[in-house]
């Protein structure tokens, strides 16, 4: 009786292993085929049936790939954006944090539900009036009109909220009976302990803030400020570059959040699964 | 303690309203905090939403003075074929990637929700595609859908995916889906993993099937996680642009021209502020009820508390 039960566990499982392995493979397809086809031939990249293993491995096509189509300064400003978004959040989220989790000030309930609500509010519906707006700043084709305008995440602000709330007030109390000024507070006090939930935050800001592309598109004009999403646009608009250098240099640009996921994994899943919210 | 787990309680939820109370102190202090951000919120969020409204009563196109028109532009949209051909593709995009997202989700959910072999890099690997740079996303599955591609090759099928007004939408879908299903696991498996397993384990004793369980236990205890699910895929909906504008530029056709895209072609492209800026209002409205209901949802997930 319990060795028939157990036989039956064990067969369910094979089954669930099977199918999960199925739909891995599936999911996993088409990054396979965009990695082996980075470093093969061009004459390969469409071969049916699907050469997994290029022949010869070219990794040449990578520095190729990034001169041929001048990818480079594409990323050195995608980093300049991701990495200025990034600080920005975290000291103002941090800040808006503190204050809505440990001060009490008039229309602070409503204000902390009206930065709710900018969680909802995509850029798509405010694109017109935002690039009117920043066209009347003369922010059009700079990378402060680049940087600011999307920055601020209402997510952050939520998510730093919730977080300084769980640390005991006692610890804000002590130090201002020492004589600590607010602002010591928040910097000797609140950030030291913050620094897991800055690490959740920095990933979330730059992973978003990396594959941004709406915003890039309308803004800059010339090929001087283009973020790595616009050129790569452009690459497929364009149809000149050999489809192994499009590859390559979409294998690169995939890199960075490769590498914040493998770094923080499991911050990401638990603040997704927490929020719902990106 | 009782305070720590309601705390805790609202953590997982996702949303708790402001706590009464909190130390007394200077009330300026606090507030002078939260400045910094509320004053990029209002320049660039707040104030667009207003301004928007504004250059919807006009015919703009930035290099003449405005002209006050009324509602001239939403009464145009309503007989715009393009208008609704936009909202028909946009409702059509949401209709294909979310519902098989979902599915997909959930079944990868209840397969993980126990333990298993690999379980951790099996979640590892249905989530990468959702934080994968989506622009290179959508211009290598643009060469992956090709008629010479890997995926009619690999199917040993010649579908025009993305050339043909039948089925480029689907195709597109198809990135959507490959993208948001991981996306979908991730809160499935939460929701999953509160249900508490006393509840399970004594339908199991009663003698409830996998089936059974599945109907009378999981399924309505996860309703309030699929609300949300339901919203979060609407929302995307409204949003997709880049794979239109990337893999195929809203065509052939316009068969793939989302609002989104339309909103960004009338106005940076044609240059009729007015007429996309009564569009975005419109999306606006639209977002704006959702977000009412959202609201909503979250409370009925605080009544239900589980």
């Keep these: ?278 | 303690m009782a305070v720590d787990t309601a705390r805790a309680r609202s953590k997982l939820l996702g949303l708790s309203l402001p706590r009464r109370g909190g130390p007394a102190t200077n009330e300026s202090t606090g507030l002078l905090f939260t400045l910094p951000i509320i004053f990029l919120f209002v320049a660039f969020n707040l104030l667009p939403t207003v301004y928007a409204f504004v250059v919807s009563l006009t015919t703009y196109n930035l290099f003449t003075p405005p002209t006050f028109v009324g509602f001239e532009n939403y009464l145009d949209l309503l007989g715009n074929r393009n208008f609704w051909q936009a909202v028909g593709v946009t409702v059509g995009y949401t209709l294909l990637f979310g519902p098989a997202s979902w599915i997909l989700g959930f079944l990868i959910a209840m397969l993980l929700k126990d333990t298993i072999v690999g379980r951790d890099l099996f979640r590892s690997v249905f989530f990468v595609p959702t934080i994968l740079s989506s622009v290179a996303m959508a211009v290598t599955w643009a060469l992956l859908l090709r008629l010479n591609g890997p995926i009619n090759g690999v199917l040993d099928i010649s579908v025009p995916w993305l050339t043909n007004t039948q089925t480029a939408l689907l195709g597109i879908s198809l990135l959507g889906i490959w993208q948001s299903a991981g996306w979908f696991m991730v809160i499935f498996l939460a929701g999953l993993a509160s249900i508490p397993e006393s509840l399970t384990e004594a339908a199991r004793i009663d003698g409830a099937g996998t089936l059974a369980l599945l109907r009378h236990i999981t399924l309505p205890l996860l309703r309030p996680v699929f609300a949300v699910v339901v919203v979060q895929t609407i929302v995307a909906g409204l949003r997709v642009f880049s794979p239109m504008f990337i893999m195929t530029g809203g065509g052939p056709a316009n068969s793939t021209r989302s609002v989104a895209m339309l909103i960004y072609q009338e106005g940076l492209r044609d240059l009729r502020m007015g007429s996309a800026a009564a569009i975005s209002v419109i999306g606006f409205v639209f977002i704006l009820a959702l977000t009412v209901i959202y609201f909503r949802v979250f409370r009925v997930r605080e009544e239900i508390g589980y």
């Design chain 1, 1 to 278: 009786m319990a060795r028939s039960k157990w036989l039956r566990r064990q067969s369910t499982n094979l089954v669930r292993l099977a199918v999960l392995l199925a739909l891995a493979a599936v999911t996993l397809f088409p990054l396979a085929w965009i990695v082996t086809g980075s470093l093969k031939p061009l004459e390969q990249v469409f071969a049916i049936p699907v050469q997994w293993v290029p022949d010869p491995i070219q990794p040449q096509n990578y520095p190729d790939a990034i001169q041929a189509t001048d990818f480079s300064r594409p990323l050195l400003n995608s980093v300049i954006v991701t990495s200025s978004q990034v600080a920005i959040n975290l000291v103002l989220c941090s800040l808006a944090g503190f204050g809505f989790a440990k001060y009490r000030f008039r229309g602070r309930e409503q204000l902390f539900l009206g930065v709710l609500a900018m969680t909802l509010l995509p850029l798509q519906v405010i694109m017109i009036p935002l690039f009117l707006i920043v066209k009347g700043l003369g922010w059009v084709n700079t990378y402060q009109g680049l940087i600011l305008p999307t920055a601020a995440s209402a997510f952050g602000v939520f998510f730093m909220r919730q977080y300084i709330s769980t640390i005991p007030s006692d610890y804000v109390d002590a130090a201002r009976v020492d004589g600590a000024s607010e602002l010591t507070i928040f910097r000797k006090v609140v950030i030291p302990q913050c620094i897991p939930a800055l690490v959740t935050l920095g990933v979330m800001v730059g992973l978003s803030s990396w594959d941004e592309f709406l915003w890039p598109l309308i803004v800059v004009g010339g090929r001087e400020l283009a973020t790595a999403p616009l050129a790569m646009a452009q690459l497929r608009s364009l149809y000149q570059t050999p489809f192994h250098f499009i590859l390559a240099v979409a294998v690169v640009m995939v890199i960075p959040p490769l590498l914040a996921f493998l770094f923080a994994q499991r911050q990401i899943i638990q603040s997704v699964s927490q929020t719902g919210i990106k």
